[in-house]
Nanobody
Framework: QVQLVESGGGLVQAGGSLRLSCARS????????MGWFRQAPGKEREFVAF????????YYADSVKGRFTISRDNAKNTVYLQMNSLKPEDTAVYYC???????????????????WGQGTQVTVSS
């Protein structure tokens, strides 16, 4: 059974930092890219960041470039999202995702990853 479990969310003041973690278990994700998406109340789920299997390629939404950093530790089966200089508009439920398809392929097809975690709430107060 596929499992992606997020942790690290919480309440932080604007300008602060949080680090999200996503641990995967239940099956091998060898070769899979991993990413983070977020969904604010009343809005659609949107892309935040993605990293390929080797960690050599990373992708970011324009809204988080320069503030967020995605990384992974395949030995620990974990992907991270370091979030700095947080803004109130970053408030959302953050979801971890995984897929065997390259990020560029999913973008071109207009599809989202196949595997998802349950989400973790991030709230940034002004």
């Amino acid at each position: 059974q596929v499992q992606l479990v997020e942790s690290g969310g919480g309440l932080v003041q604007a300008g602060g930092s949080l680090r999200l973690s996503c641990a995967r278990s239940g099956r091998t994700f060898s070769g899979y890219g991993m990413g983070w998406f977020r969904q604010a109340p009343g809005k659609e789920r949107e892309f935040v960041a993605f990293i390929n299997w080797s960690g050599g390629s990373t992708y970011y939404a324009d809204s988080v470039k320069g503030r967020f950093t995605i990384s992974r530790d395949n030995a620990k089966n974990t992907v991270y999202l370091q979030m700095n200089s947080l803004k109130p508009e970053d408030t959302a439920v953050y979801y971890c995702a995984a897929d065997s398809r390259p990020f560029a392929t999913m973008q071109g097809m207009g599809v989202k990853p196949n595997y998802w975690g349950q989400g973790t709430q991030v709230t940034v107060s002004s």
